[in-house]
């Protein structure tokens, strides 16, 4: 890489430089250095309101609660209050799959929604809502109905809570509202946040059956996209870990009643799912600890860790005969994209968690990392979870709700004494701990959070990577400047990353992406030259 701690000054001065004053002033506080190897982690501003026209990444806080943690659970019909377009446009555009079961309730396939029209804005649209939740019913019989609201809803002041109360009641099945209206917060995070709050008030804990099996955990923030969470469930059965609930990737309802006899949870993406994790905690005595399945070697770490925390001697060798029979695949694959791999590089501009994830499966096949942010991600996911005490909510997201969790007076039942806690931290277990993007990255790379679209035009001009990884609204507009953009929303289609069989497929398909002869062909050869023919006029 070319840069140098001065180079980085003079980059950041190249993308601010354009800007109107203000705009640069505020823009200046997104954009920090990375801190591997022991420096300080430098303070980066997060969380905080987007820059009116600016073409941002971000979208919206209903994005965050219906698309992105309660749209995957395939048994809870979600049923989106608002105008047609918000429903449409999350129709089966995120690609967390699942598997229907024996019982076969799926409803992911559906759009429900209760096409406001001018008539409910003025007049309000409880009364359709009603209809809407009894039709739903009537159709499905569904066990849980979820109901969420857009930005109107809130403005004309449909009481949702009201509803959903007085139809659980007449329908004796669960049903809930979320109040994620879509000018809430200032990103997707305001909408995981809430859909936090209501899925742990409403569900979380509400059937008492004992489940059986050994070592039982959940897997919170990990969504299935492309099958990520059927082969983490793979590999789970395989070492003998009973996975109870994952939020919410190939999920149901059964699973998130049930969570709380977990002996431990897992989290995977933790900006959007801290908060049940944190809740759970309090409430019920479950520890949670930081994992990450997407790389291999990441992967056989969160197998220790997990393995760790139980103290038992079988599952720590079933952990470790697992990772021995699934890594030789994993380091054949390696070695044979590794000569075309190595000393290429990557930016990464993604969400709340991928971002930081996705360089260990780069560095797997020696990828470096130039340049890298989230779209909606707070301090704590940038600086490390210590700096939460310093954080500062500001006016744009002090009216999302933060629950009061107190001990469950019957089932609260801490799963470690303080001194086994204690102990397991000091064999390098790490209780309630993130450390953060920043901390990982190296001081010459480059953090920008919620990046724009002409910052990202002006680091790619600048920093020249062999790979962009982003979203579907960013891939064309990069694959044009001849850079291939492999978008980690969707993945292009592709996919399972996560896992051993993840890090494989991951593999070929950035050697095929970074090294296709496409991107030499970009440029006309003709235009090389200059003009193949000349003309004059014959009067010249
Ligand atoms: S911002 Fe409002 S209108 Fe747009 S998708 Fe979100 S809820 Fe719907």
């Not at 997060?46 to 919206?60: M, Y």
């Not at 497929?505 to 023919?533: C, F, M, Q």
Request: glycine content about 8%; hydrophobic content about 35%.
């Amino acid at each position: 890489m070319s840069t140098t701690p001065k180079n980085l000054e003079e980059l950041k001065k190249e993308l601010l430089d354009k800007m109107p004053t203000k705009v640069a002033r505020k823009r200046d506080k997104a954009i920090v250095p990375g801190a591997e190897s022991g420096e300080t982690i430098p303070v980066i501003q997060a969380n905080v309101r987007t820059i009116p026209g600016i073409l941002t990444q971000r979208g919206c806080t209903y994005a965050g609660c219906k698309g992105v943690v309660l749209g995957p659970t395939r048994d809870i019909v979600n049923l989106t209050h608002g105008p047609i377009g918000c429903g449409y446009y999350s129709w089966l555009t995120r690609r967390n799959q699942t598997d229907a079961g024996e019982d076969g309730d799926n409803y992911i396939p559906y759009c429900l929604s209760t096409d406001m029209t001018e008539n409910d804005i003025v007049f309000g649209g409880e009364k359709k809502l009603r209809a809407a939740i009894k039709e739903a019913y009537d159709n499905f019989k569904p066990k849980s109905i979820s109901v969420f609201a857009t930005c109107p809803v809130g403005l004309i002041g449909d009481d949702i809570h009201a509803v959903t109360r007085q139809m659980q009641e007449e329908l004796g099945i669960t049903v809930f509202a979320n109040s994620c209206e879509g000018y809430k917060g200032v990103s997707q995070s305001a909408g995981h946040h809430i859909a936090n709050n209501q899925i742990f008030r409403h569900v979380i804990g509400t059937d008492d059956t004992p489940v059986e099996g050994k070592y039982k955990i959940n897997l919170l923030g990990e969504y299935n996209i492309g099958g990520d969470a059927f082969e983490i469930e793979r590999i789970f059965e395989k070492c003998g870990i009973t996975l109870l609930a994952t939020f919410s990737g190939n999920s149901t309802i059964t699973q998130f009643r049930q969570a709380h006899h977990a002996d431990l949870n897992t989290v995977m993406c933790h900006r959007s799912l801290n908060y049940v994790a944190e809740m759970m905690e309090t409430k019920f005595g479950i520890p949670w600890i930081k994992i990450n399945f997407i790389g291999a070697e990441a992967t056989a770490k969160s197998l220790r860790r997990i393995a760790a925390y139980f103290e038992d001697p079988e599952l720590m060798a079933r952990v470790e005969q697992v990772i021995a029979e699934e890594m030789p695949a994993v380091k054949a694959a390696a070695a044979e994209v590794l000569p075309r791999t190595t000393g290429k590089t990557a930016m990464l501009f993604v969400g709340g968690s991928r971002a930081h994830h996705y360089q260990d499966l780069f560095r797997e096949i020696g990828m470096e990392t130039l340049a890298a942010g989230y779209e909606f991600a707070h301090r704590d996911d940038y600086e490390g979870r210590h700096v939460l005490s310093t954080i500062k909510v500001d006016a744009d997201s002090r009216n999302i709700e933060e629950l009061e969790i107190e001990p469950d007076p019957v089932r609260y039942n801490p799963r470690k004494t303080p001194e086994q806690i204690k102990a397991l931290e000091d064999q390098g277990v790490r209780f309630k701990v993130y450390e953060g993007l920043i901390g990982e990255m190296k001081k010459e790379a480059l953090i920008i959070d919620d990046i724009n679209q002409y910052e990202t035009h002006k680091i790619i001009e600048l920093m020249k990577p062999d790979i962009f990884c982003a979203g579907i609204k960013e891939k064309y507009i990069i694959q044009k400047m001849g850079v291939p953009l492999k978008q980690l929303h969707n993945y292009d289609m592709g996919g399972p990353y996560a896992g051993f069989v993840g890090a494989v497929n991951w593999y070929h398909e950035i050697d095929r992406l970074v090294n296709t002869k496409v991107w030499s062909l970009i440029k006309a050869p003709w235009n090389d030259n200059g003009p193949e023919l000349e003309a004059a006029y014959v009067a010249d």
